[in-house]
């Protein structure tokens, strides 16, 4: 079954004299891809044999990919030390169709043992016709009293309460617990409460990599930096000896304007690094700059 769409066909008798109107039965049901289940589904036990499902309508044109949702995130492994921390990812979202949609968007994390959180909710969110864009550097706060474990971060759009249009996840890992403290941000999220389309800032007189902050850091420090024009970026951590640490860009094609990444304090085998002073160095065409963070335990 194609995520976005599904091989039903649905026939609303009640508009037969109009030719049999047809409905895309959509949805691939919170990640199913079980046949039987779907056929459970649809085939919903009225006492009408007639009426096979209840359709809920959408406007959107026939296809499997109307509305596309996508997330990446930053690092390819996700893992949280016991004392709690963040991640972050980016998230893509495409209307292919002529028509603007409004949907809810829902984020939630599925714990170790099935019990589904919910993160952040935001409803009635338009998604303008034949548009695409991509919230970067969203940040995902993973609180120290968490159980430990696998866990599944999940971000859908829906229809109302019943209709799924799209949805991607992405596992994370939890090591252990450490007793919560006031000062803690609990499931705090930022980023997707930018609004879109969003103002373009003014665009940078010249190269520059930015203080980490915060520095001195523990668990994360977000480093920034201004393109004055489209370049190619490789963004690199480095130990005192000169030795790679982590790789967090290498040669991707940016665009002009402010920049972010986020370092955890992992190698590039996804290793926690000792406590130090670490140097972090862009290279964006002839430019080239590094600068200092200092992890500290």
Same mark, same amino acid.
């Given at each position: ?23 895309? /039965? ?46 990446? @995130?930053?690092?390819?492994?996700? =893992? ?13 979202? *495409? ?28 409803? #009635? ?41 799209? +949805?991607?996840?992405?596992? /994370? *890992? ?22 879109? @389309? ?6 940078? *007189?010249? /190269? ?8 001195? /850091?523990? @668990? ?7 393109? @004055? +024009? ?6 690199? =951590?480095?130990?005192?000896? #000169? ?6 860009? +290498?040669? *991707? ?11 955890? #304090? ?32």
């Amino acid at each position: 079954m194609i995520k976005g769409s599904s091989p039903y066909i649905v026939y609303c008798d009640q508009n037969s004299g109009d030719g049999d109107v047809r409905h895309d /039965f959509r949805g691939n049901y919170w990640g199913t891809t079980d046949p039987a289940q779907i056929d459970a589904w649809i085939l919903d036990g009225h006492d009408d044999p007639n009426i096979r499902a209840e359709v809920l309508y959408t406007p959107f044109a026939t296809g499997a990919s109307d509305l596309v949702l996508a997330l990446t @995130p930053a690092d390819s492994v996700v =893992v949280i030390p016991d004392v709690g921390g963040s991640f972050q990812y980016d998230a893509y979202l *495409e209307n292919n169709t002529a028509g603007d949609i409004i949907a809810d968007i829902a984020i939630e994390a599925v714990l170790p043992d099935g019990t589904v959180y919910p993160v952040q909710s935001y409803p #009635g969110q338009t998604i303008p016709a034949a548009s695409a864009y991509t919230r970067t550097g969203i940040v995902q706060d993973v609180p120290p009293g968490a159980p430990a474990g696998t866990y599944t971060y999940r971000v859908t759009a829906s229809l109302g309460d019943t209709l799924l249009v799209d +949805s991607d996840e992405f596992p /994370f *890992e939890k090591l252990g617990v450490v007793a919560a403290a006031a000062q803690d941000k609990g499931w705090n999220l930022r980023g997707w409460e930018r609004n879109e @389309p969003r103002t373009p800032p003014a665009s940078p *007189e010249g /190269f520059a990599l930015h203080a980490a902050a915060p520095n001195p /850091f523990n @668990p994360t420090t977000t480093l920034s930096f201004d393109l @004055p +024009s489209q370049e190619a970026v490789s963004l690199c =951590v480095f130990d005192l000896q #000169g030795r790679l640490v982590r790789t967090l860009l +290498s040669g *991707e094609m940016l665009t002009q304007g402010r920049h972010e990444a986020v370092w955890n #304090g992992r190698d590039d085998a996804g290793r926690q690094v000792a406590s130090g002073t670490y140097f972090y160095r862009i290279e964006a065409g002839a430019f080239s700059q590094t600068r200092r963070a200092v992890l500290v335990k």
